[in-house]
Nanobody, 119 residues
Framework: QVQLVESGGGLVQPGGSLRLSCAAS????????MGWYRQAPGKQRELVAT???????RYADSVKGRFTISRDNAKNTVYLQMNSLKPEDTAVYTC?????????????WGQGTQVTVSS
């Protein structure tokens, strides 16, 4: 009964910026860690960034210094600010979240949003 919906993807030129959002809704008692993954055509899915419920963040080496993950607990939303974008950042970006409802814990995934970096 939990749905994650991503938004904010699109086409941007190299060096540009995008801000992705992922909002969780449904049967939620609390949200634990949240994260962003990405997958380009023909490549394996990779972890981009994670953030714990306490605000501790972790990034892939390829995006350190360029991307920032944050969350708004009141809105059940996680964000990914993407700066200095490169063509190799082109991928489908998907969020995930650990959710507790009453006494049950599960991990949920969004449907993904396309990010294309090209001139």
């Amino acid at each position: 009964q939990v749905q994650l919906v991503e938004s904010g993807g699109g086409l941007v030129q190299p060096g540009g910026s995008l801000r992705l959002s992922c909002a969780a809704s449904g049967s939620i008692s609390s949200i634990n860690a949240m994260g962003w993954y990405r997958q380009a055509p023909g490549k394996q899915r990779e972890l981009v960034a994670t953030i714990t419920s306490g605000g501790t963040t972790r990034y892939a080496d390829s995006v350190k210094g360029r991307f920032t993950i944050s969350r708004d607990n009141a809105k059940n939303t996680v964000y990914l600010q993407m700066n200095s974008l490169k063509p190799e950042d082109t991928a489908v970006y998907t969020c995930n979240s650990g959710v507790t409802y009453r006494a049950t814990w599960n991990v949920y995934w969004g449907q993904g949003t396309q990010v294309t970096v090209s001139s």
